[in-house]
């Protein structure tokens, strides 16, 4: 995926009202926008809402490969890998399914140092 293509889907996806207003100052791994928006970065410079996060889960599974399948066949699959092997799977409350090249870990990791809740 292009960036001139993801760079539109993550300013809608995060609900940015313009790009022209949006000024990202990244601290480990963690994004202030202009708006005071917190944003994660799941590698290779993809960042995700937080909030937006359902679950960060294994992509090993039979169910989760299922799930993976389903998403790219309805058009709701976000590949944030950069060609790299999946390791983590976000699930996000919009149905979408967000790949990450990122340990499940990692990812819960830095949800949990910048103010994300973890159960």
Same mark, same amino acid.
């Given at each position: 995926?292009?960036?001139?293509? $993801?760079?539109? $889907?993550?300013? *809608?996806?995060?609900?940015?009202?313009?790009?022209?207003?949006?000024?990202?100052?990244?601290?480990?791994? $963690?994004?202030l *926008?202009?708006?005071?928006?917190? +944003?994660?970065?799941?590698? $290779?410079?993809n960042l995700?809402s937080?909030?937006?996060?359902? /679950?960060?889960? /294994?992509p090993?599974?039979a169910?989760?490969?299922?799930?993976?399948?389903?998403?790219?066949?309805?058009?709701?699959?976000?590949?944030?890998?950069?060609?790299?092997?999946?390791?983590?799977?976000?699930?996000?409350? /919009?149905?979408?399914?967000? +790949?990450?090249?990122l340990?499940?870990?990692?990812?819960?990791?830095?949800?949990?140092?910048?103010?994300?809740?973890?159960?």
């Amino acid at each position: 995926m292009s960036g001139a293509v $993801f760079a539109p $889907f993550i300013l *809608w996806y995060t609900g940015c009202p313009d790009a022209s207003q949006c000024f990202g100052v990244e601290t480990c791994g $963690f994004t202030l *926008w202009g708006d005071g928006m917190r +944003l994660v970065n799941i590698g $290779f410079g993809n960042l995700v809402s937080p909030e937006k996060i359902v /679950s960060v889960v /294994s992509p090993d599974s039979a169910p989760v490969k299922r799930m993976i399948q389903d998403a790219r066949e309805n058009q709701r699959l976000v590949d944030g890998t950069a060609g790299r092997r999946t390791r983590a799977v976000l699930v996000m409350n /919009s149905g979408h399914v967000v +790949l990450s090249a990122l340990q499940t870990e990692t990812i819960a990791g830095r949800l949990r140092d910048n103010g994300g809740e973890l159960a």
